[in-house]
């Protein structure tokens, strides 16, 4: 009976060894991964254009730059969110970057923009022509 289970064990080992296609590896890759027009800074995970290094150096010495890729705002709603952390929790005065980040944080992760269109649902339709069905 040993030697049964033995061989069932060996069997299912190499079965699961022949199946196994390190391009479905590929598949299991996040998101940010995939998008293969858009090149992802290794680092942080976010977006890597000329404005990276100020939102690296801006925006991830208190937290996680998670937070960023968590979140799409427009323009105004990130503005809305560095006040929020200014208010609460001693972020500083941007000062000058806060253009560049802002740029950044609108061209990349805004809710129609960047990542964010290939990545999650399409706004809703505007002008919907409605018919009847007969
Ligand atoms: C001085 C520290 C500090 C810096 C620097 C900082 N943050 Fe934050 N941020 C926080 C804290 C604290 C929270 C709240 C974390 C929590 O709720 O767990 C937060 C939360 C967030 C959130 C989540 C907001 C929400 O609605 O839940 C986002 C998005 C965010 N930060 C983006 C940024 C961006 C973009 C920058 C760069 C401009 C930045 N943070 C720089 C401290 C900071």
């Given at each position: 009976?040993?030697?049964?289970?033995?061989?069932?064990?060996?069997?299912c080992?190499?079965?699961?060894?022949?199946s196994?296609?390190?391009?479905?590896?590929?598949r299991?890759?996040?998101?940010?991964?995939?998008?293969?027009?858009?090149?992802?800074?290794?680092?942080?995970?976010l977006?890597?254009?000329?404005?990276?290094?100020?939102?690296?150096?801006?925006c991830?010495?208190?937290?996680?730059?998670?937070l960023?890729?968590?979140?799409r705002?427009?323009?105004?709603?990130w503005?809305?969110?560095?006040?929020?952390?200014?208010?609460?929790?001693k972020?500083?005065?941007?000062?000058?970057?806060?253009?560049?980040v802002?740029?950044?944080?609108?061209?990349?992760?805004?809710?129609?923009?960047?990542?964010?269109?290939?990545a999650?649902?399409?706004?809703?339709?505007?002008?919907?022509?409605?018919?009847?069905?007969?």
């Amino acid at each position: 009976m040993k030697f049964i289970t033995a061989i069932f064990f060996v069997g299912c080992v190499l079965v699961g060894l022949v199946s196994f296609r390190p391009s479905q590896l590929n598949r299991m890759a996040p998101i940010s991964a995939r998008a293969d027009t858009v090149k992802i800074d290794k680092e942080t995970g976010l977006i890597d254009d000329s404005n990276l290094m100020m939102v690296k150096s801006q925006c991830t010495a208190c937290h996680s730059s998670k937070l960023i890729l968590q979140h799409r705002f427009t323009r105004a709603g990130w503005v809305e969110r560095i006040r929020w952390m200014q208010k609460y929790h001693k972020l500083w005065d941007l000062g000058e970057s806060e253009k560049v980040v802002l740029d950044y944080l609108e061209k990349n992760y805004g809710p129609q923009t960047g990542e964010s269109r290939a990545a999650f649902r399409r706004a809703p339709l505007k002008k919907v022509e409605w018919y009847k069905l007969n």
